[in-house]
C-alpha cells in the first residue's frame, strides 16, 4: 500500500526530547516500512526516517530560535501534500484540522488521527461544519466529548518492542515523566512522595507556556531530599529513568487522551501508579501493570503495595496489547476499509450517470 504519513513539524520524527504525536508517527511509520509498504512521510528536513522523507522545514520548529510563527510552516506542508496526493492510496494526517478545508476540495482518500484533548467548545462548530471528516481516536475516552463525528476506529498507541527492554529489578523511587503544567499533576506527584516517605525523581520539560506555573507553583516544592527535578531528558535516558524505579507515578488532573509515557513504563516492566482520568482505565489493567487510584491517598497506598506486582506480568500485558504491530495492523485495516468505501462510492456515481444517459 501506498501511505503518506503527515506529521506536526514543531519536532523532529522521532523527537529527540519531548513529543508525543511525532513518536508515535516515526513508530508507526517504521513498522509499516518494516512491513513493505510503501510510505512517504512529511515532516520537518531534521527528522530520520527508513520511509522516504518530504523535508516541510529545515529543523523542527519548536527549539528553532529563528521560527516566530510554525502556521505558515504547516501551510507550506500541506500544500506539498496536494500535490503530491495522487502518488498514494491513503494519506494519514496527524494535524489535526489544518487540512480539512483542502481535504474537502480535493477527493484523495484521508483519515486523520486526533492525538489531543476534544473537550474544547470551539471543536463543536469546526466538527458541525466538517462532519464527513474520518478521524480515528487513541482512546475511547478521548471521544466522550465529540461522539458524533466520523470516527473509523480507535487504535491505542503502540511501540516497538526493543525500544524500551525489561528491567526485572526496578529501583526505590517513583519517577513522573512528561511535562510540568497544571494538568499533568506534579504537585500531586511531589505529595504522593512526601507522604509515602519515597523518594520522586522528575524528568520534565517546561513549555514557555508553563514557564511562569513552574517558576510559583512547582520550584518552591523541589526543595528537599525526596524530591530531584531532573529535567527534559531523551529517548536513550528513557530507559534507565524508567526502568530503575519502582512505579510511575501518573496524577493527572485532566482527561487525558492516552498516555504514551504509561506504555513507555510498562514496557520496562515498571507498574504505574495511576489517576483513573481519561483513558487511564482503558491503559492500566489494576493489579497487573499498576495501581489506579482516585487520589492522593490512594497513590500513597498504591506506592506501598506496588513493590508486590510482578514486573515480568507487567511486560507481558504491555507485549500482549501494546506492541507496534498491533497499531500498525489496526491502522491497516481501517486504510483499506476507506479505500473500499471510495471505490464503493465512485462505482455507485458511475452507475447512475449511467443510468441517467439511458
Not at 529563528?66 to 506542508?77: I, K, N, Q, R, T
Not at 474537502?104 to 476534544?118: C, D, E, M, Q
Not at 520522586?200 to 530531584?228: C, H, N, T
Not at 515480568?312 to 468505501?341: G, N, P, S
Amino acid at each position: 500500500m501506498r501511505i503518506a504519513q503527515i506529521a506536526p513539524l514543531y519536532e523532529t520524527v522521532p523527537p529527540h526530547y519531548y513529543g508525543g504525536t511525532e513518536r508515535v508517527v516515526s513508530y508507526l511509520t517504521e513498522e509499516l516500512v518494516r512491513q513493505n509498504h510503501e510510505v512517504t512521510l512529511f515532516a520537518s528536513g531534521d527528522s530520520v526516517t527508513s520511509a522516504r522523507l518530504v523535508p516541510c522545514c529545515k529543523n523542527s520548529l519548536r527549539l528553532d530560535k529563528g521560527c516566530v510563527d510554525p502556521l505558515p510552516h504547516h501551510l507550506v506542508m500541506l500544500e506539498q501534500v496536494c500535490r503530491m496526493a495522487h502518488e498514494f492510496d491513503v494519506l494519514h494526517y496527524h494535524v489535526d484540522y489544518l487540512h480539512f478545508p483542502l481535504s474537502r476540495r480535493y477527493r484523495f482518500t484521508h483519515v486523520t488521527t486526533l492525538h489531543g484533548r476534544l473537550d474544547i467548545p470551539d471543536l463543536v462548530p469546526l466538527y458541525r461544519e466538517f462532519p464527513e471528516m474520518p478521524v480515528i481516536s487513541i482512546s475511547d475516552a478521548q471521544r466522550r466529548p465529540l461522539p458524533w463525528i466520523n470516527w473509523k476506529g480507535t487504535v491505542h498507541h503502540g511501540l516497538p518492542a526493543d525500544l524500551l527492554p525489561f528491567s526485572p529489578d526496578g529501583g526505590e523511587y517513583l519517577a513522573f515523566l512528561g511535562r510540568i503544567s497544571p494538568e499533568k499533576g506534579v504537585e500531586a506527584a511531589i505529595a504522593i512522595a512526601r507522604r509515602s516517605g519515597i523518594k520522586l525523581k522528575i524528568a520534565a520539560k517546561v513549555d514557555k507556556a508553563d514557564v511562569r506555573f513552574y517558576e510559583s507553583e512547582i520550584k518552591p516544592l523541589l526543595d528537599g531530599p525526596l524530591v530531584e527535578f531532573i529535567g527534559e531528558i531523551g529517548e536513550e535516558e528513557k530507559k534507565e529513568f524508567l526502568g530503575n524505579a519502582l512505579a510511575l507515578v501518573f496524577p493527572i488532573d485532566w482527561e487525558e487522551p492516552f498516555g504514551l509515557v504509561l506504555i513507555e513504563s510498562m514496557s520496562c516492566g515498571t507498574p504505574v501508579i495511576a489517576f483513573g482520568r481519561g483513558s487511564v482505565p482503558e491503559v492500566i489493567r489494576d493489579g497487573i501493570s499498576g495501581f489506579i487510584v482516585p487520589d492522593i491517598e490512594g497513590a500513597v497506598q498504591a506506592a506501598a503495595q506496588v513493590g508486590s506486582l510482578s514486573r515480568m506480568r507487567c511486560r507481558r500485558y504491555f507485549e500482549e496489547k501494546f506492541a507496534v504491530a498491533r497499531m500498525a495492523a489496526d491502522h491497516l485495516a481501517i486504510y483499506r476499509t476507506l479505500i473500499a468505501e471510495r471505490e464503493l462510492n465512485a462505482n455507485l456515481v458511475t452507475l447512475r450517470q449511467r443510468s441517467s444517459t439511458t
